[in-house]
């Protein structure tokens, strides 16, 4: 290939990758001053927790328990190469808590929630439901991107809480009954290692988590193409992006709670 | 009423409306015809405000209809929507009632629920179906909801995007009568695109042709016949012969 037509290339893919992200950027901006500013709509955000948070435990609870017991094994037999097998409650403390439990609730709520956010608001555009929202004098960002929105802010840390505690019961559940730990031992451990530092980083990673997951599902949506292909296309980059980003924002958010 | 001057709008290449001129008097049933894809769905959203035009005006009553307050501006529309837009998650009588439950026409829910049921029965539907999802009700049933929807604040200005696509004759017979008894009984003015043209007999005061951007024909439906235009012509002929190329 002729190197300018490659360069070409290369610089158009860069400019339309900055102007997607400054349109995310200012969808998310828009999306966030909605909440803020009325009319509100309790319903739409009353059924959004519903749906973001009540109806995702399952699927948080039985991630997070199964990561939770996988990690006690595998520090386990790690440790084991170096006689550090007594790490186990600490080490699947600090693991749950800042770490695997907001990426596993945050890649799961990406799956579930981002997904039905985005084939759902998706599915109205296409069948003029949006316009009809605007010519009934509402307006579609209030009505359906703030609630959820903020359903998504309150919930998913809420949601990490609960993973990180059920992560670390799975793990003490397989540490106490199948690797001989004492019950009593592995909870003291497990509670004196703590810091409130990890606490904190894990609802912020929530939080944030939260946010990207309902933004980039409204998003999609707001902006899908026609048909039923649209709706795919919309649903199916709704959560890989969400994925990716949250992932980014886990290792961005991680740097900054270990430069503290 | 309306009026609309010069309205151009383009998607890429595709220019869909031309240089479109249209005045529709207060009180009126305006009727545009044309065929799939000449823009009669754009000019009404022009109006709307749902699509930007890229030049031209749109008037309502004389006044720009971009500047001012946007919620009263549409505040004055009802419109049925061509696949009747209703919303999933909420019952039939809370669709109808959508406008009545929140903003500035709010009332207490029992009596938005009131003014629902009394919306359905105007369009011939029975109380049992208000508490009903609108996946469950047939294509006919969800128009008619449509319409109850449409007309439920009592808009000054009716739109109407193919009322009667995909319903049978005796179905599409019921809904061009229901438009044509709200549109009297409230003196509403109404603006209804169709290609239909037993809903165009049975619905309008005026005509207008829409064909390549730009409304060829315009005069009181009792003069469409004998128009002279070799568009309407041949639109009401349905013949493959004629200025409209059949494939486009």
Known sequence: ?260 | MIRMENVHKAFDENRVLQGMNLDIAKGTSMVIIGGSGTGKSVALKCILGLIQPDSGMIYVDGKDARKGDRDAFLARFGMLFQGAALFDSLTVWQNVAFRLLRGSLKRPADEAREIAIEKLRRVGLKADVADRFPAELSGGMQKRVGLARAIAAEPEIIFFDEPTTGLDPIMSGVINDLIREIVTEMGATAMTITHDMSSVRAIADNVAMLHAGVIQWTGPVDQMDASGDPYVEQFISGSAEGPIEAVR
């Open chain 1, 1 to 260: 290939m002729n190197p300018i037509a490659w360069l070409a290339e290369l610089g158009r893919a860069v400019l339309n990758l900055l102007s997607a992200f400054g349109r995310v950027t200012l969808f998310a901006l828009d999306a966030i001053s909605h909440i803020f500013r009325p009319p509100f709509y309790p319903r739409e955000f009353g059924m959004a927790l519903l749906n973001i948070g009540w109806l995702s435990l399952p699927v948080v609870g039985l991630t997070t328990v199964f990561t939770g017991g996988a990690l006690a094994l595998q520090i386990y037999a790690g440790g084991a190469r170096f006689n550090a097998e007594a790490v186990v409650p600490q080490i699947v403390a600090i693991g749950m808590v800042r770490e695997l439990g907001p990426v596993m609730v945050g890649l799961m709520i990406a799956a579930r929630v981002t997904s039905s956010i985005a084939a759902e608001i998706a599915t109205m555009k296409v069948t003029e439901q949006i316009d009809a929202l605007v010519t009934l004098s509402t307006h579609p960002m209030k009505y359906l991107t703030a609630p959820r929105v903020l359903a998504a802010l309150i919930t998913v840390p809420v949601l990490v809480a609960v993973g990180d505690i059920i992560g670390i019961a799975g793990g003490y559940v397989v540490a106490t009954q199948n690797l001989g730990f004492n019950p009593a031992a592995y909870l003291k451990n497990t509670v004196d290692f703590l810091e409130p530092l990890d606490l904190l980083s894990s609802l912020v990673k929530g939080a944030a988590f939260g946010m990207i997951a309902a933004i980039m599902g409204c998003y999609f949506g707001m902006h899908s193409g026609r048909g039923a292909q649209g709706v795919g296309r919309a649903t199916k980059g709704s959560v890989e992006t969400a994925a990716v980003l949250i992932l980014a924002a886990n290792f961005v958010l991680t740097g900054v709670f270990f430069s503290l």
